[in-house]
């Protein structure tokens, strides 16, 4: 029995290191030609497996992407974020909540570009993916700005719809690379801007 553990836990260790290179060679394939499309043969060919090997892991293209952009988010810090939206003041996930964002896009800057460039061109494959990502920040600007309506910090004059808006272009990925890339400006100087723009837009 203690055998047939060990080599289960042998084929999962493998798995994972399969699954690993895989997303670690569509990341550098990104990375080093954002502006080409990424053929699951070449991936194949550079991760050294079969390209069924890849459907078999996630199950298609779109899967693959997919589990990209998740991995993404992992590691660039997406378990700051989740416990930013945790606190039980409005004011605060706003503002760490926007911290988080934009330090989740700042890691990846170069590959999330690709993602979302891809998603505008290949609508059955990182763009679909891609709009889910962005359904769940729009659901998450959504339960914000309905938060900071219930904690009675909006400003009169602005609804929660309108609220929900500002908050989801403040925390947009193009919003944010026009001023990272565009200006120049660093992460905590786009944090404090998004938050300053957001408070003295939304809040009494």
Avoid: C
Avoid at 49 to 55: L, N
Avoid at 97 to 106: D, P, S, T
Avoid at 143 to 163: C, I, K, N, S, Y
């Amino acid at each position: 029995m203690a055998e047939r553990k060990y080599e289960l836990r042998l084929r999962a260790e493998a798995a994972e290191e399969t699954r690993r290179r895989i997303l670690e060679t569509v990341y550098g394939r990104l990375r080093e030609a954002p502006a080409q499309p990424v053929g699951l043969d070449d991936v194949a060919r550079r991760a050294r497996v079969a390209r069924s090997t890849i459907y078999a892991i996630f199950g298609s293209r779109a899967g693959l992407f997919e589990a990209l952009g998740n991995d993404l988010m992992e590691r660039a810090g997406y378990a700051r974020l989740l416990e930013a939206i945790q606190d039980p003041d409005a004011r605060e996930v706003l503002r760490e909540g926007l911290r988080a964002v934009v330090g989740i896009y700042a890691v990846h800057r170069d590959v999330q570009r690709a993602l979302y460039s891809m998603a505008l061109l290949d609508h059955d494959t990182a763009g679909e993916p891609m709009r889910r990502m962005e359904q769940d920040r729009a659901r998450g600007m959504a339960r914000l700005a309905r938060g900071l309506a219930e904690q009675d910090l909006l400003r009169p004059e602005v609804t929660v719809d309108d609220a929900a808006d500002l908050l989801w272009l403040l925390s947009s990925f193009d919003g944010f690379d026009l001023l990272y890339t565009g200006r120049g400006m660093s992460v905590d100087r786009i944090a404090a801007m998004l938050i300053a723009t957001a408070e003295r837009s939304l809040l009494r």
